[in-house]
């Protein structure tokens, strides 16, 4: 995964439009293929001055998949004509062990199967587990464990990238909400969900 960032500068009395505008045009860049996540911030400092960082699988994704893409030119309608001077670009790669997201989280949810139905539980999780990590970037890793002796007792340990990730957009996706639907078929109530930080 690489970081690109870009410094943005708005002309004076555009910060308004410009942020309109840049709430239409990110449902562009979010549907191109090799897109993780973005945000825009908006400097305290500097009035009309904001940090647009977006991750990517890799620098061809943005260079060529998007900048080359039809959609691109809708992008730049949008937002190109607010930014005076226009802004230099860079990539930018993680120095591995150096340090993970301050705001990461690990959560724990500990689930019982209703009795002999432990097998479905697993499978039907399963299902869901890599429906997430295959959709879902904001979410960094899901181990599924079952308990030794209790085959009725399992637990995902879930570790994501920040609470509102997890606690928002992810709450309320289709397979989250389908795999809740059919729950009660397997499960014998709600799970206990545990939120962990480290320090």
């Not at 045009?25 to 911030?41: D, F, K, N, T, V």
């Not at 607010?82 to 690990?106: K, N, Q, R």
């Not at 949810?109 to 890599?130: F, H, I, M, S, T």
């Not at 429906?131 to 002796?149: M, S, W």
Request: with cysteine; hydrophobic share 40%.
């Amino acid at each position: 995964m690489i970081l690109e960032s870009a410094s943005l500068q708005v002309r004076p009395g555009q910060s308004a439009a410009f942020e309109a505008a840049f709430a239409a045009a990110q449902r562009i860049i979010s549907s191109m293929p090799g897109y993780r996540s973005h945000e825009l911030q908006r400097c305290l400092e500097r009035e009309g001055h904001y940090l647009l960082l977006v991750r990517w699988d890799s620098v061809a994704a943005h260079e060529e998949g998007f900048r080359k893409s039809p959609r691109y030119q809708e992008w730049r309608t949008l937002l190109h004509h607010f930014y005076d001077p226009f802004p230099t670009v860079l990539h930018y790669e993680a120095i591995a062990g150096m340090a993970a997201p301050a705001s990461s989280i690990t959560v724990t949810v500990a689930y019982r199967a209703q009795p002999g139905k432990g097998d479905e539980a697993q499978a039907a999780l399963g299902k869901l587990v890599a429906t997430v990590l295959a959709t879902e970037p904001a979410c960094l890793g899901i181990e599924i464990l079952r308990h030794a002796d209790d085959p009725e007792r399992i637990v995902l340990h879930e570790r994501w990238s920040d609470r509102m990730a997890y606690e928002g957009p992810h709450m309320n996706t289709p397979h989250l909400r389908e795999f809740i639907a059919g729950a009660p078929a397997f499960l014998a109530g709600p799970p206990e969900i545990s939120t962990w930080r480290g320090r």
